[in-house]
Every structure is written in structure tokens, then in C-alpha cells.
T-cell receptor
Framework: AQSVSQHNHHVILSEAASLELGCNYSYGGTVNLFWYVQYPGQHLQLLLKYFSGDPLVKGIKGFEAEFIKSKFSFNLRKPSVQWSDTAEYFCAVSPFNDYKLSFGAGTTVTVRA | NAGVTQTPKFRVLKTGQSMTLLCAQDMNHEYMYWYRQDPGMGLRLIHY???????AKGEVPDGYNVSRLKKQNFLLGLESAAPSQTSVYFC????????????FGQGTRLTVV
């Protein structure tokens, strides 16, 4: 079974700072990649997804992620964070011909005003 | 459009008690999942279903049972609750292998004392 590693457990930023969250997975085949966000007290919502094509994908709320196949990575970025980006962020992976998602442990992002 | 609805939202059980968590989706999704979320461990798959009348074990199935008698509903049962089952439980659904992104319910916070 594949595993998903998120490098940062907790990131603290000031508003307008740039954000980058790392995600690596251990699966040798073709994969589908996702980033989900969980705002305090809420359910998980899809931020963005990558299935194929352009390795730089754009999602909602100004987030983007880059798939680097050679590094088995799918890092999430946002150029300028806002206080409302305070949340927990999860990277998830599924094999191309599968439907079950494997999640990373999550990264808590705290944005200070 | 309700999406994925979970009931109840909160529950406190005594050790040894039983309960059933209900998940309902109105998106005509084939696949449904139950995850548990624990601090620092991300989401772990308990059981899943690939269609009406089917169920399968996920990563952490022990102590849980599931049923999917109707396509729109996926029930998670705890026959004899243990403190180790204190967690937040999320139900999710997805449409197909070609569209594997999962949509999540609001979660059920369960405490076993």
C-alpha cells in the first residue's frame, strides 16, 4: 500500500507571507493526487486535484500545486496567505486505477494577522 | 443540494455500548467510505463500498461493521465500543474510478468513556 508523507506538522505564518507545504508519496505507478483543506470545525473540502497533463495545477482560493514525478512530490503553494487560510491541509493519493484515497497526516497552518 | 450528510454529529458512549452512524449521499455516487481522523494520523480508511450491497475492509476495520443496503446510504456500526474508538468519523463518497475525488460529510465526534 502506498504511503503519503507531509513534511510539516505545524506551520505558522504572518498574513501576506508565502506558503509551501510538502507532500511525497511512495507508489511507483500512475497516481491521482489531491489536496484537501479542513477549516476549524468543518469537513474536508477539495482544494485541487491532479490526474494528468500540466503538472502545475491551480485550485480554489489562489492555491496551486506542482507535481514532480521524478521526486514523487505534489507540493502545495500560495503566494500570499490570509488569516482565513488558517486550517489543516491534507495531501491524498490514489492509484490511477483505484478509488481509495490514502491521506497524509496533515499540516496545521496558522496565519497570524 | 445536501451532498453527504452524517448523523449524529456528536455522541458519547460508555464502554461496551453499541451504536450506528448513518451516512447519506444524494449525488448518485457509487463509492462510499468511512474514515476516522485522529490527531497526527490523518484520515484512515475503516471500510468502504463499491456499490449497493457491497462492503470491504479498509486499513483499520477491527471493531467496526458496515452495511450498504441502499445506494445512497452507508452505515457504520460499533458493536461494543472501546475508548480506542474515540475519534472523529467522516463519511465520504465518490462517483467513479474516472472521477475519484471524494466528497466528505461534516463528521461525527464520538467519545467513548
Amino acid at each position: 500500500a502506498q504511503s503519503v508523507s507531509q513534511h510539516n506538522h505545524h506551520v505558522i505564518l504572518s498574513e501576506a507571507a508565502s506558503l509551501e507545504l510538502g507532500c511525497n508519496y511512495s507508489y511507483g505507478g500512475t497516481v491521482n493526487l489531491f489536496w484537501y483543506v479542513q477549516y476549524p470545525g468543518q469537513h474536508l473540502q477539495l482544494l485541487l486535484k491532479y490526474f494528468s497533463g500540466d503538472p502545475l495545477v491551480k485550485g480554489i482560493k489562489g492555491f496551486e500545486a506542482e507535481f514532480i514525478k521524478s521526486k514523487f512530490s505534489f507540493n502545495l503553494r500560495k503566494p500570499s496567505v490570509q488569516w482565513s487560510d488558517t486550517a489543516e491541509y491534507f495531501c491524498a493519493v490514489s492509484p490511477f486505477n483505484d478509488y481509495k484515497l490514502s491521506f497524509g497526516a496533515g499540516t496545521t497552518v496558522t496565519v497570524r494577522a | 443540494n445536501a451532498g453527504v450528510t452524517q448523523t449524529p454529529k456528536f455522541r458519547v458512549l460508555k464502554t461496551g455500548q453499541s451504536m450506528t452512524l448513518l451516512c447519506a449521499q444524494d449525488m448518485n455516487h457509487e463509492y462510499m467510505y468511512w474514515y476516522r481522523q485522529d490527531p497526527g494520523m490523518g484520515l484512515r480508511l475503516i471500510h468502504y463500498s463499491v456499490g449497493e450491497g457491497t462492503t470491504a475492509k479498509g486499513e483499520v476495520p477491527d471493531g467496526y461493521n458496515v452495511s450498504r443496503l441502499k445506494k445512497q446510504n452507508f452505515l457504520l456500526g460499533l458493536e461494543s465500543a472501546a475508548p480506542s474508538q474515540t475519534s472523529v468519523y467522516f463519511c465520504a463518497s465518490s462517483y467513479s474510478i474516472e472521477q475519484p475525488e471524494a466528497f466528505f460529510g461534516q463528521g461525527t465526534r464520538l467519545t467513548v468513556v
